[in-house]
Structures are given as C-alpha cells and as structure tokens.
C-alpha cells in the first residue's frame, strides 16, 4: 500500500544591499540580497517546511533555530539536505515538488533551470521532479516594492508500507 502526503512551506526575507540574492544555493545578480540568520535563501526555507510539514517531523524554526548561534550564516543547501534525510529515514520519497518565487527583481525565468537541478541534486530525484516559477506582486505591497522576497512550496511524499 502506498500512502501519500502534501506539504506546504512558506517563506520571506527582506532584501537589503550588501547581501548575495540566493535562491536554492544559485547566486542570482541583483543589487540586493536576503537578510536572515542563516544564509536567508528563502527558497530552500520554503522547500524545507513542505518537505517537514509532509512527513510532520517539525519545522526549519524548529530544527534551526535563529536563537542558535550554530546556524549563523549556515548554508542552507546544507540544512536543506540534513532536513530531508530526517524524511527519508522515515522511508519517505519525493514525488514531486512545484515552487512559487515573488520579488520584483531579479528575474528569475533566466536561472529557472539551474535553480531546478541544484534542488532536483539536493533531493535526489529528476529535475522532471521539480518545478520553479517566478511571479512579481505587480509593484504592491512590500514584496512589491522590492523589500522582500517570498517563496511557496509544496512537495508530495510517497511511503510504501508493505
Ligand atoms: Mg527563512
């Protein structure tokens, strides 16, 4: 019998100059970047809590905490990886993994593919496994203004119980 599960993950950063503009662990150019504890790459923060959230083994706030001084500037590829391999020791696969990306700038269609296979790297499954979309707010509010950045992510996970 196979048993499926959604997850859902949400993410924001603020933009602020002096800060790389990261999404899964691409550099993308832009004069801005994410502000956070860790390397703020809101895309893999996303990515995390549906991966989490499907296999309801917690959260990124939960497992990372900012209060840690550990997670200070981590690279979250690396959190990213440590996260799924708690899913996957519970015998969970990844079917599938679709993600919105919202900021005024940078665009991010040019970078759409390479952004795809360093998570289809991460997760172990074919980049026909994930995909990545980038939307604008059309210049409302502050993700709008270009103070911020989100990503959504949802995940579907596949246990096969014998
Ligand atoms: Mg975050």
Known sequence: MSILRIGLGHDLHQLVEGRRFLLAGIVLPSEKGELGHSDGDVLAHAVMDA???????????????????????ADSMGLLRSAFSLVTAKGWRLVNLDCIVVCETPKVLPHRETIRASLAAALSVGMEAVFVKGKTNERMDSTGAGLAVEATAVCLLERVEH
Not at 52 to 69: K, N, T, V
């Open 51 to 73: 991966l989490l959230g499907a296999a309801a083994l917690g959260d990124i706030g939960e497992l990372f905490p900012p209060s840690d001084p550990t997670w200070k500037d």
